[in-house]
């Protein structure tokens, strides 16, 4: 199927992929009287009186805003709010479609920090979250931050997260096909960007205790003759207790899993030959993986994920966003915390019972009905026990 041509027809039909729906009839004078003016006064009345009321009477509680500034979209850069557009329209048909959440589209003529966030933050009273998306590094990690402090309103930059706790929930079900523990394990994650960032947090949350990380001039280590810009000089502290040095060959001889969020061809079959017995590898550059799971395969590695929906074990951000929306939104979260991540990347694995695991089901498919249920279920329950539920 020629799937650029697809989506022009598609996208040319509506326009567009979505429409706005009303919930109640207006048919005559007392529907108009009613979800109007007058009526309409008195729920204003009553949010005014009591701002959670707003809960109650409006669409903020089951609503959330997507919102980018087209400077870092999928895998075409920096094009702008317009061209993003699509990519919004169609994020917010998942939320929808998957999930039963509400979400809108919100491109921002803003590419400064300081816009955004002040965007952001003008809207922020219309909805109940808000999902960065498609925004560049290093702005994306101090835009989530900062709006994190403001808002009182789960802010995920999904790009970083959504992609993080599928990897953790591929990386625990991947460890007990081969029988190892995540304690042990040496790690090298390839391309510490905001996604590659998250990962390394998540895996260290979740028990990871030996991971390198490696961009395009090699090993994450401190003072190395290359420099490290940004977030990378805190990683760099963070991760590699043993002080490696050099590139992705000598991270990578012995480690048991790679990680790659970086470039086509990254991962050479030679290089992963270099690799402990059972490896692991995840390939997420997209549409051409770090390696193809045939090459890997061919090279040793016994598991390989990848982002591409015509292989086995594909990492796709529809297993959790949705899912950990809408158990956000049910409970009325302030936040998305680390343990509201953490208990959706084990809800994740959780649904492929230890029998069924092998080296090609570590993951459950992006249709299977469950996995929405099952995620939002696991962050509601993670938000109320760790304190960020309002009900």
């Known amino acids: 199927m020629d799937y650029n041509k697809a989506a022009l027809e598609l996208h040319a039909k509506g ?82 479609e998957f999930g039963g959440v509400d979400a809108f589209p919100i491109c921002l003529n803003a590419r400064s920090k300081e816009e955004v966030v002040a965007a952001v933050k003008a809207i922020a009273p219309t909805f109940g979250g808000i999902n960065l998306e498609d925004i560049r590094s290093p702005e994306c990690f101090e835009i989530e931050a900062e709006l994190e402090r403001e808002l009182d309103i789960p802010v995920f ?120 017995p059972d490896a692991i590898v995840f390939a997420m550059a997209n549409p051409t993986p770090e390696i193809m799971p045939d090459a890997a395969k061919a090279a040793g590695v016994r598991v390989i994920g990848t982002g591409r929906s015509d292989f086995p074990n594909q990492v796709n951000n529809v297993l959790a966003f949705p899912g950990i929306f809408k158990g956000a939104l049910s409970v009325r979260a302030r936040d998305i915390n680390p343990a509201m991540k953490m208990a959706a990347a084990q809800a994740i694995a959780s649904l492929i019972p230890e029998g069924e695991l092998n080296e090609e089901n570590i993951l459950p498919k992006a249709f299977d009905p469950r996995v929405p249920e099952a995620v939002a279920a696991a962050v509601a329950a993670a938000a109320r026990e760790s304190g960020v539920a309002r009900v």
């Open 157 to 276: 930059h999904d790009d970083q997260h959504g992609t993080a706790i599928i990897v953790l929930a591929g990386v625990l079900n991947a460890l007990k096909v081969v029988g190892k523990r995540i304690e042990d394990v040496r790690i090298v994650q390839n391309g510490p960007g905001a996604a590659g960032t998250a990962i390394i947090h998540m895996l260290q949350t979740a028990g990871a205790r030996h991971i390198i990380a490696v961009d395009e001039h090699g090993i994450l280590v401190p003072g190395r003759p290359a420099g490290l810009a940004g977030h990378k000089e805190k990683l760099a502290e963070e991760t590699n207790p043993q002080r490696l040095s050099g590139g992705l060959a000598e991270a990578i001889r012995g480690a048991d899993i790679f990680i790659g969020t970086s470039i086509a061809g990254a991962l050479t079959p030679e290089l992963a030959a270099t690799m402990a």
């Open 15 to 96: 326009p567009g992929k979505l429409t706005v729906q009303s919930l109640v009839p207006c048919k005559d004078k007392d529907a108009l009287a009613t979800a109007y003016t007058p009526g309409v006064a008195e729920p204003c009345r009553r949010i005014k009186a009591d701002p959670d009321e707003v809960y109650t009477y409006t669409l903020k509680g089951r609503t959330v805003a997507v919102v980018t500034n087209g400077t870092a979209v999928l895998g075409l850069g920096d094009i702008g709010p317009e061209a993003g557009l699509p990519v919004m329209e169609g994020k917010c048909v998942l939320f929808k």
